[in-house]
């Protein structure tokens, strides 16, 4: 079955620097859009980032020139590079998928288990 794996969350001071790596395992038939999504303490998820199979991006305005997204198809990874990390980016990160598992099945949303991120000031 298809599954999404996280790694790369931990502890840092602010102005460090973290990557995080997602992995998709099963067999699939392609992946359309991936992103990251966070979800901090007491408040709702929301979507840190998202890349197109084409390569579009397009970010949450809190992390632009911190944050860089990048994908390898082959590979079916999906990456985070977080720079320059806040008290405020302190959360659970997700990544999130758009695949289609087996030819003429519609696309279906998958989500990793999340890893955490903290960053103390």
């Known amino acids: 079955q298809v599954q999404l794996v996280e790694s790369g969350g931990g502890s840092v001071q602010a102005g460090g620097s973290l990557r995080l790596s997602c992995v998709v395992s099963?067999?699939?038939?392609?992946?359309?859009?991936m992103g990251w999504y966070r979800q901090a303490p007491g408040k709702q998820r929301e979507l840190v980032v998202y890349?197109?199979?084409?390569?579009?991006?397009n970010y949450v305005d809190s992390v632009k020139g911190r944050f860089t997204i990048s994908r390898d198809n082959a590979k079916k990874t999906v990456d985070l590079q977080m720079n320059s990390l806040k008290p405020e980016d302190t959360a659970v990160y997700y990544c999130?998928?758009?695949?289609?598992?087996?030819?003429?099945?519609?696309?279906?949303?998958?989500w990793g288990q999340g890893t955490q991120v903290t960053v103390s000031s």
């Open positions: 099963g067999t699939i038939f392609s992946i359309n859009d």
């Open positions: 999130n998928a758009e695949i289609q598992r087996v030819r003429g099945l519609l696309a279906k949303t998958y």
């Open positions: 890349t197109t199979s084409g390569g579009i991006t």
